[in-house]
């Protein structure tokens, strides 16, 4: 029966042509966000090609030095190319699997990160933080499809759904319809399925039918974002129903369903972040670098001081000494750095920490949250991004250091052999579901509040076929 | 097939329904009349489990309509004042969808185009949006759905309030070729002349009381008339009446 009800539920919307027209909109909207957010990934990979054809050409110039142009006489004047701290690497982070959903955070973190063996921690992401590449999006936000979706989708389905019953009070139909033999609540539910099936399913698929075109190939993560999109949809769907129950007629159950978007989308993700700044205020880059600045800068004076005091070996090492005492100045700057940064690393931490806990505060934050963990544009990622690089640089400093104690140069063998390479270790997909799962069980745990409000208000209610 | 025991209802002080003892057999119509307020919408609601007695039942075939309202209302069919369809759908898609809200089995578009014909309901009209029915139109879309449904009760409030005589009267035929089929009619009317006409037995109603029952058979219409009147205007003379007194007291 429940099956034939939904049946005539979706003939009769249908008959409306407003739903193929709701549609095409959403669809157009998702095209032209897609379209935004192909043109970024396309944009950053190519920064970051850019980025590893100049590692490349860098190595291969200093392998040609070492081949073919320091000779035992010009090497004292050229012959840095020979010396391990020459090495240049980068490290890089590549847009995640389904990066064209969204930009997320990934332009307020760096991308690369240029390694030397004596570069200051502090410093290494200081040439590749990307900024946006479109001033126009600070006055008029950005439209990717977590924008569509977070922002949009929710009046798409409550367009097709704010009158899901005050329709039948406002044309006199509750009472004839309620008089038929069947039961209030399985009436509202096959009219909520309907709608579900109609106002539901569609976007999903536009939605991954876009990402798709804009050349997603994860199986797992498309089935994800479905996921978290299909139960964000019945979530509004939730609220049009408990809204439908409380409200009088269509105009009360619009004012309703557009006040809880209002509340959900716009105010409570403000709100939240501003619950943010006050417990958890960002750390200051300003004041950041400065103090990181004044660290490394002290460990330098400090170590020149106790360098000047050292009297030149005889017979003269193949790597200056200069050198050595460089990296001890580096050794020594890094852990001041070290030390002055963990005040701004702990403050940073605990503001994460207090926007992962405000993920509750909103199905629409837990939304934004999750596509930007399958965009891979998320601040989890960033950071993560950024302790390996940090830690690949101390690899390289080990490497160098080895070089420096064993006063042995570079060779052309060392460039053939292949130098270290930053590889990117993704956090485990036991952490990566847990994530996505937290905010899927946000976003169901608020439709099945609604839901039993609803029931509550069901139960409650006698005046509901006046 | 339609009974009550003692059936009442107060909204906070004021008693909607008092103590009302009815009992309405298959094949019986019976009609009550009454000024607004008297209770006859109130125990329509009831018997359809849309309100919860104060105290007293309401029972269909037996049934407890609180108890299990469901199942009382699969032998009822209601007929309110104004019979709203989906304007969107046509007459014929609207009897599909009533159909089958009660289950009806086997509803196809030939069968549907029989009820509706049987109805009344012009073969022309049929396939047409009922946003453009009218009243009568829609009343009709109602009875095809009785008998689609062969329901076993009918509570009709007020039902031809609004409908031209012509419509009326068809509206009447109708009903009486339901009430042959077996069916007991609960209807809820102003109209003193076609009640006679139809019902079974009246009612006279009052301030929540069943007043006086009469066999229609018994009174002619300006008897039935009188009646009424004299009942309304002993209303208004109970409750004018302490106003006087007071005013008498020195």
């Known amino acids: 029966m429940m099956a034939a009800i939904i049946r005539m539920e979706a003939r009769r919307l249908l008959r409306g042509r407003w739903l193929p027209l709701l549609w095409l909109v959403f669809f157009i909207l998702c095209a032209g966000a897609a379209w935004n957010g192909a043109a970024w990934v396309e944009q950053r990979e190519s920064a970051l090609a850019a980025i590893q054809a100049d590692e490349r050409e860098t190595q291969r110039l200093r392998r040609a030095q070492i081949a073919d142009e320091i000779t035992p006489d010009n090497r004292m004047r050229y012959g840095g190319a020979l010396y391990a701290t020459a090495m240049s690497l980068r490290a890089t982070l590549a847009p995640g699997g389904l990066a064209v959903l969204t930009v997320g955070q990934a332009e307020g973190y760096p991308m690369a990160a240029t390694i030397h063996a004596f570069s200051a921690s502090n410093t290494i992401f200081d040439r590749h933080v990307a900024g946006m590449e479109n001033p126009s999006v600070l006055a008029a936000g950005r439209f990717d499809l977590a924008f569509v979706i977070v922002w949009l989708l929710p009046l798409l389905v409550l367009a097709g759904s704010f009158d899901l019953f005050a329709h039948e009070r406002e044309r006199g139909i509750a009472p004839w319809l309620l008089s038929q033999p069947v039961s209030p609540g399985r009436l509202l539910a096959a009219k909520a399925a309907a709608r579900a099936l109609l106002l539901v399913l569609p976007p999903v698929a536009i939605l991954l039918a876009v990402l798709v075109a804009g050349g997603a190939a994860s199986l797992a993560a498309l089935s994800m974002a479905a996921v978290l999109v299909a139960l964000y949809a019945l979530f509004w769907l939730a609220l049009a129903l408990l809204v439908n129950l409380v409200a009088g007629n269509a105009a009360q159950a619009a004012l309703g369903c557009l006040a809880g978007w209002l509340l959900l989308v716009v105010l409570l993700p403000a709100l939240a972040l501003g619950l943010a700044d006050l417990a958890a205020p960002p750390s200051s880059p300003t004041e950041r670098v400065n103090a990181l600045r004044a660290q490394a800068m002290q460990a330098r004076a400090e170590t020149r001081a106790a360098g000047q005091a050292t009297a030149p070996r005889a017979p003269a090492p193949n790597i200056p000494d200069s050198l050595r005492r460089r990296a001890l100045e580096v050794e020594r700057g890094e852990g001041l750095i070290r030390t002055a940064a963990a005040p701004y690393r702990a403050q940073d931490e605990r503001r994460l920490a207090w926007l992962d806990a405000l993920r509750v505060a909103s199905p629409a934050i837990a939304l934004q949250d999750g596509l930007e963990r399958l965009a891979g544009a998320d601040a989890a990622r960033a950071l993560r991004f950024q302790d390996q690089a940090h830690g690949f640089l101390l690899e390289v400093r080990a490497l160098v250091g080895r070089y420096l104690a064993e006063d042995r140069l570079l060779t052309t063998a060392d460039y053939d052999a292949g130098l270290p390479r930053f590889v990117m270790r993704e956090a485990p997909l036991g952490e990566r579901a847990g994530a996505l799962l937290f905010d899927a069980a946000v976003i169901a745990l608020s439709g099945a509040a609604l839901l039993l409000a609803a029931r509550r208000r069901l139960g409650r209610t006698t005046t509901f076929t006046e | ?250």
């Open chain 2, 1 to 250: 097939m339609l009974h009550t025991q003692a059936l009442s209802k107060s909204f906070g002080a004021q008693r909607a329904l008092d103590n009302l003892d009815l009992r309405i057999a298959p094949g019986e119509i019976f009609c009550m009349l009454g000024a607004n307020g008297a209770g006859k919408t109130t125990t329509i609601k009831l018997l359809l489990g849309f309100l919860a007695p104060t105290s007293g039942r309401a029972l269909v075939d037996g049934i407890d309509v609180q108890k299990d309202p469901l199942a009382a209302r699969r032998r009822l069919l209601y007929l309110p004042e104004q019979v709203a369809l989906y304007g969107e759908l046509s007459g014929l898609e609207n009897l599909d969808y009533f159909a089958g809200l009660a289950g009806v089995p086997d509803r196809t578009p030939a069968r549907l185009r029989g009820w509706l014909e049987q109805a009344g309901v012009p073969a022309a009209a049929i396939e047409r949006r009922a946003s453009g029915y009218s009243k009568g139109m829609r009343q009709k879309v109602a009875i095809a759905l009785s008998i689609a449904r062969a329901a076993r009760a009918l509570l009709l409030d007020e039902p031809t309030s609004g409908l031209d005589p012509q419509a009326s009267a068809e509206f009447h035929r109708l009903l009486l070729r339901q009430r042959d089929a077996g069916a007991a009619v609960l209807m809820a009317t102003h109209d003193l002349f076609r009640a006679r006409e139809v019902a079974t037995t009246i009612g006279l109603m009052r301030d929540g009381r069943l007043l006086r029952t009469l066999r229609a058979a018994d009174v002619s219409a300006l008897e039935l008339e009188q009646l009424y009147l004299e009942e309304m205007a002993l209303a208004t003379s109970s409750t004018s009446a302490p106003e006087t007194d007071l005013k008498g007291q020195p």
